[in-house]
């Protein structure tokens, strides 16, 4: 049984930063791409980041280019995303997610399995 749990979510003053974890169980991480989705009170989930099983490519959303980073540790089985110069509109509850996506890695359809979610507030 495939389980996906976040941590590091919390309250962050806009400008700063803060790291999320998501660490993998019930199958063999380094086979699969790792992603993250956000979701905001009544708008739809959000294609945040993914990064490749090997690790050797990341995508990201136009909305956190630059200011997030995807990474992830096979040996750990984790995967994070750290999150600097935070917005207010970042504020959403963020969710990991894994799966073989392929090109439609942008769709909450292509992810096999999701984390329970950690709240991110930003304020400003």
């Known amino acids: 049984q495939v389980q996906l749990v976040e941590s590091g979510g919390g309250l962050v003053q806009a400008g700063g930063s803060l790291r999320l974890s998501c660490e993998a169980s019930g199958r063999t991480f380094s086979s699969y791409d790792m992603g993250w989705f956000r979701q905001a009170p009544g708008q739809e989930r959000e294609f945040v980041a993914r990064?490749?099983?090997?690790?050797?490519?990341?995508y990201y959303a136009d909305s956190v280019k630059g200011r997030f980073t995807i990474s992830r540790d096979n040996a750990k089985n984790t995967v994070s995303l750290i999150m600097n110069s935070l917005k207010p509109e970042d504020t959403a509850v963020y969710y990991c997610?894994?799966?073989?996506?392929?090109?439609?890695?942008?769709?909450?359809?292509?992810?096999?399995?999701w984390g329970q979610g950690t709240q991110v507030t930003v304020s400003s």
């Open positions: 990064i490749k099983w090997s690790g050797g490519r990341t």
């Open positions: 997610a894994q799966g073989s996506p392929g090109g439609t890695y942008y769709s909450i359809d292509a992810w096999a399995y």
